[in-house]
């Protein structure tokens, strides 16, 4: 029988996977399997310095050849995954090629969320997932003087910022009625509102695209419900991701807007892990601790790919490690530990007209989550609190300057 | 390219040649030196490539940045006075004879 592990998807999450399963003393074969011809990469800076420019493309990559040499993973690039035949442990490979697994891991990641309106698939409609994304973006920007974001989530914000930065007129188009509703309090999204505004981001709130309009094949334009046109020569589209979970799905393993995991990492089928953007599983710090969820961070990715990567080889653990977040837009800082529940009761620290403030999220009392802009400390000492899940000083947030932790206590 | 030796925590001693305008953290991740991590990919967010500076033979490292200065306040390891973040070593030929210590651990 074939001692080998296959990998599918070999971003973040299929890098660490793969490295992690030889650290858990794992002697067999890996194949670590990626649709993209690019070598493994980062992708946090493809939105921020690879878009503006200050991040070189060599310095994106996530292992070098010699590392994947040496720890004996077989890369296989510009492959693409048609199916899993779990009966036979084999993957089938776009082509016909069949390669038989004795242990398979998932780190399928996720896909871009499409507009589905009239003229999205215009010449110059563009996203940011990937490198190619990522490059045709930086393109676009070089040739294009306006800018229409469509989202105002993390990856909408940070190419707003991006593209400011060169030099494009750039209006951001949100449907909710404010910014980043998904993961903050209407306080921090009143405060990027005002960051993205004193740098000259036109940003509509509550505003729905409903055409994309075009001129000669390319884009020319986004219409609005209301009917406003407001005129661009790109587009980019930040309305989120879909776990690619196909795949399980085809195979029979039970997905749910992801592929359902344990806590350990690991589907119903033991010898089938999944890991990182396209795995749903049980988060001791979701909202309703236990529930299934998906996490998109790199930290996640990493964080549960060691975990399913020891679950593999006989040595299951729980993925419980407390989840943190950031974003960089213009020079702003944004950091955030635990994950928000939308009927957190925020205690505001700091002062926002300074830049450097925290939303303290208490849940039963106690800290749940914090957000920190401009603040790296409170963001380092909250990673380290909250898996103790303190109670909080009230009386002393707005005043005290110095340490969270001394705001804290075990209650 | 230039040499930059690593000391893992179990006192095994690696080598590394990397290229200019490469980072000390992204080379670490890049060549799988256990105990760092660079997880937020060297944008100043997430303090897990804390290295201990060792020596240098020749050549100044960059001043620190307030916000590095910050993190390494919440380093997991001992702070150090030769405490660094890796991703702020952005390695040129100037760097000669660069030696680091990774801590015991980064979270």
């Known amino acids: 029988m074939v001692d080998r592990l296959v990998v599918i998807g070999a971003s973040h999450a299929g890098c660490r996977l793969a490295f992690a399963a030889r650290e858990e003393g794992f002697e067999g074969e890996v194949v670590l399997i990626g649709a993209e011809t690019a070598p493994p990469y980062q992708r946090p800076p493809l939105s921020k310095g690879y878009l503006k420019g200050s991040v070189p493309l060599a310095a994106l990559r996530l292992k070098s050849d010699a590392a994947f040499a040496e720890a004996r993973i077989t890369l296989r690039l510009g492959t693409t995954v048609t199916a899993i035949d779990r009966a036979a442990k084999e993957v089938v490979l776009a082509g016909g090629e069949r390669l038989a697994y004795s242990k398979l891991a998932l780190t399928t990641g996720a896909r871009v969320r499409r507009l589905s309106v009239p003229g999205a698939d215009l010449d110059g409609v563009l996203h940011m997932r990937d490198l190619a994304d990522a490059d045709a973006l930086a393109a676009a920007a070089k040739a294009g003087r306006r800018a229409v974001v469509v989202g105002g989530g993390f990856i909408g914000l940070e190419a707003a910022a991006s593209l400011r930065g060169l030099g494009l007129d750039v209006a951001v188009i949100e449907a909710e009625p404010r910014l980043s509703a998904r993961v903050f309090p209407p306080r921090l999204s009143e405060w990027l509102r005002d960051l993205h505004e004193a740098h000259g981001v036109t940003v509509r709130l509550g505003a729905q695209v409903v055409e994309i309009v075009g001129r000669d094949g390319r884009v020319a334009g986004v219409r609005l419900a209301d009917g406003t046109k407001v005129s661009c020569d790109l587009v980019v589209v930040g309305i989120g991701v879909i776990p690619a979970d196909d795949l399980a799905r085809d195979a029979g393993l039970a997905v749910d807007r992801g592929v359902l995991v344990d806590a350990s990492g690991l589907t119903a089928d033991p010898d089938v892990a999944a890991a990182g953007d396209c795995a749903r599983h049980p988060n001791p710090w979701a909202p309703r601790p236990g529930a299934p969820i998906v996490l998109e961070s790199v930290q996640n990715a990493a964080d549960q790919a060691r975990v399913a990567a020891a679950a593999l080889f006989g040595r299951p653990t729980v993925h419980d490690a407390v989840p943190w977040f950031w974003s960089d837009q213009y020079d702003a800082k944004i950091q955030m530990a635990g994950l928000p529940d939308p009927d957190d009761e925020i205690l505001l620290r700091g002062d926002p007209a300074s830049g450097r403030f925290s939303l303290l999220h208490l849940r039963d009392g106690r800290l749940a989550a914090v957000d920190s802009v401009g603040w790296p400390q409170d963001h380092m000492a909250a990673r380290r609190l909250l898996a103790t899940r303190p109670v909080v000083d009230r009386a002393r947030v707005e005043t005290h300057t110095g340490p969270l932790a001394d705001l804290c206590s075990p209650g | ?107």
């Not at chain 2, 060549?31 to 967010?45: H, R, T, W």
């Not at chain 2, 960059?62 to 150090?80: H, I, S, T």
């Open chain 2, 1 to 107: 390219m230039t040499d930059v030796t690593f000391i893992l925590h179990d006192g095994t001693r690696r080598i590394v040649d990397v290229a200019d305008g490469i980072s000390v953290m992204q080379a670490a991740v890049m060549e799988n030196i256990k105990g760092i991590d660079g997880e937020c990919g060297g944008c100043l967010s997430c303090a897990t490539c804390h290295v201990y500076v060792e020596s240098l033979e020749a050549g100044e490292l960059p001043a620190k940045d307030p916000d590095e200065d910050a993190l390494l306040e919440g380093v997991a390891a001992e702070l150090r006075p030769e405490s660094r973040l890796a991703c702020q070593i952005v390695m040129s030929p100037a760097l000669v004879g660069l030696v680091v210590r990774v801590p015991e651990r980064q979270v």
